[in-house]
């Protein structure tokens, strides 16, 4: 969502925030904007679209002052233009925030009954304008934020500064993360440690319902109770160098490449070569005790989670249920004692993922995560973390945070399956020897970039496309679905192959193409009978398999795309592959802006 930095420093802070800005664009890029306090008055530049345009602002039109707060927007209410971006000010305050007021109307009508006026849209501009009133009413400065901070109803993260006072900045979290970055004579805010790593290696997190009052020499925390506490300050593992394409077009091409690389540093973590074993960390519970797993995730992770049901159930033989998190969080479901919560998230920082965690918290389940970002809320809110080691990834379509989650739940399938003595050791051997030699396997799949590219003329040509597969084909071809629509903004459907007969079989003709995700498993005789019943009713079959599978069908398809023999349990890991480059070269025929799609942010910590 939004991104938030706040510098309090001895130099002229403006370049620091653009460049902390720069690094939390993914969070939101439809404006950005910067304020500082310069000579005891609020300066403010903002600009519409990219953090380029508001650089080319602050070029035309310097602002100095060495405390200030800079946000990128994505915007919830009001559209993406100047007047709507952050930050938002009065004569005595600015402030940005991340997430959502919802009792802003309410606060609204009362400050326009009192004869206030409002600029924006925006439910922010309506906190500026509260902590205003209350300045105006004579109310100490940190009264007033606290005032202030009662009044709203949602989830939010603020960073404010005040005009007069150049040394004072204050933050706080509801709902939205927020760090402290503690310098040497200087002292930050931020939406997360990424932004902040080139500044400060020294991060303290801000708890829920906590606000924070920090000058050049520190900070003071406050809970939600009013009362001083003491937050752990950490040193973050987030690089502060900085990130680049290394020579590729769009960081979503070099995570794609990444993924040989990054799949086998997360299986650094779980495997064990010598044994040919898999081991997680100590869990704090007996894996052989739970009675049921339920998953909870949002987007592409939810499909890695539906991958591991396949796999949680067939291998391990525990029951698993899944859920989308936004769903699952008010779904009121019941869960069993001792049961085992199992979350997916690249960011850790999902909010709706977050609550559906908390909800199973507060039904005795045990909570183990599966995420990219270690010093995330999720992560610190679990009681086991299974790290992904995808590193920063960039691009809003997520790729190879998606194969390390995959692989990471692979290991977690294994471990569960011996745990329970489910599977024997020549079983856990065999499964433990495929997965590790998955780095390799895509390496080779990722030779076929170029076939794949000349695909895509075919993909990138067509209005709706169709998606299949079958068992753990079926959630690649989901996320193959979701790949192409984010990025390319093409309308495509995930189904699973036997499900087409009863609807998305009406779509088929001959500028439907079909994509069918088909590794030669137990059942790929079900998925080579729904293939030709697509291609009995004139649909473009675009058929990605293995040897066997295309000696089978290959000759009837408009093309093939043939992938590695491989043991049919991490077959969905490769099979992701060839539909995230057929997503991103479709994207780049149409000339969409693949790394930043229309609409989408990278980290949703909003409901
Ligand atoms: C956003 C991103 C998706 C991501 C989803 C879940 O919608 O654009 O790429 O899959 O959030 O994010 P998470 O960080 O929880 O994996």
Not at 238 to 251: D, E, L, M, Q, V
Not at 338 to 359: C, F, H, K, P, W
Not at 492 to 507: N, Q, R
């Amino acid at each position: 969502m939004c991104g938030i930095i706040g510098i309090v420093g001895r130099e002229p802070c403006v370049p620091l925030l653009v460049d902390g800005l720069k690094r939390l664009e993914y969070r939101g890029y439809d404006s950005a904007g910067v304020a500082t306090v310069e000579n005891g008055l609020i300066r403010r530049r903002r600009a519409e679209g990219r953090i380029s345009r508001l650089e080319a602002k602050l070029r035309d039109r310097p602002i100095g002052g060495t405390i200030g707060i800079g946000h990128t927007r994505w915007a919830t209410h009001g559209i993406p233009n100047e007047i709507n971006a952050h930050p938002h000010i009065t004569d005595r305050v600015a402030l940005v925030h991340n997430g959502i007021i919802e009792n802003f109307q309410e606060l609204k009508d009362e400050l326009l009954a009192g004869g206030r006026r409002f600029d924006s849209d925006t439910d922010t501009e309506v906190v500026a304008a509260l902590l205003t009133d209350h300045m105006e009413r004579g109310m100490p400065l940190r009264d007033a934020v606290r005032a202030t901070l009662d009044r709203l109803h949602g989830a939010f993260a603020l960073a404010i500064v005040f005009a007069g006072e150049e040394e004072l900045m204050i933050g706080a979290r509801r709902g939205s993360p927020l760090a402290v970055g503690y310098g040497d004579g200087e002292m930050f805010l931020g939406s997360d440690a990424l932004a902040l790593a080139p500044l400060t290696r020294r991060i303290g997190y801000l708890e829920e319902g906590d606000w924070v009052v920090i000058d050049r020499k520190g900070a003071t925390v406050y809970d939600a109770a009013g009362g001083t506490v003491e937050r752990r300050i950490v040193e973050t593992a987030a690089s502060g160098a900085p990130i680049g394409k290394a020579g590729y077009r769009h960081f979503m091409l070099k995570e794609i490449y990444e993924q040989p690389t990054a799949i086998g540093d997360t299986l650094q973590s779980f495997f064990n070569p010598a044994g040919q074993t898999v081991n997680l960390p100590d869990l704090p519970f007996d894996l052989a005790a739970v009675p049921r797993i339920t998953v909870a995730a949002c987007g592409t992770a939810y499909y890695a989670g539906l991958v591991a049901k396949y796999w949680l159930e067939r291998i391990a033989r525990i029951p698993v249920e899944i859920d989308l998190a936004s769903e699952l969080r008010y779904r009121e479901a019941p869960m069993p004692e001792g049961g085992m919560m199992l979350v997916v998230s690249q960011s850790g920082e999902t909010a709706d993922t977050l609550a559906a965690l908390r909800y199973a918290r507060a039904q005795g389940q045990h909570v183990v995560s599966v995420v990219n970002v270690p010093e995330s809320s999720i992560a610190r809110e679990s009681d086991v973390v299974l790290p992904t080691k995808a590193g920063p990834e960039i691009g809003v379509a997520s790729t190879k945070a998606f194969t390390t989650q995959l692989t990471t739940l692979a290991c977690l399938a294994i471990s569960a399956a011996v745990a329970r003595g489910a599977i024997d050791h020549a079983r856990e051997a065999a499964l433990s020897r495929s997965i590790a030699e998955v780095p390799s396997r895509a390496a080779e799949v990722l030779a076929h970039d170029d076939a794949i590219r000349d695909i895509a003329e075919t993909v990138a040509a067509a209005r709706d496309v169709l998606y299949l597969g079958r068992g753990t084909a079926y959630p690649i071809a989901l996320e193959g679905a979701l790949k192409l629509k984010e990025i390319s903004y093409i309308h495509a459907e995930g189904y699973a192959s036997g499900e087409m007969k009863h609807g998305p079989i009406a779509l088929i003709d001959d500028s439907v193409p079909v994509i069918v995700v088909a590794p030669s498993d137990a059942l790929f005789d079900k998925t080579a009978s729904n293939t030709e019943e697509v291609i009995a009713r004139g649909g473009k079959v675009i058929f990605l398999s293995d040897r066997p599978g295309i000696e089978r069908l290959g000759g009837k398809a408009t093309a093939t795309v043939e992938l590695p023999l491989v043991d049919s349990f991490v077959a969905p890991i490769l099979y992701a592959l060839p539909v995230q480059l057929l997503a991103y070269h479709a994207a780049v025929i149409r000339g969409t802006d693949v790394d930043r799609p229309r609409n989408l942010a990278k980290s949703v910590t909003v409901e």
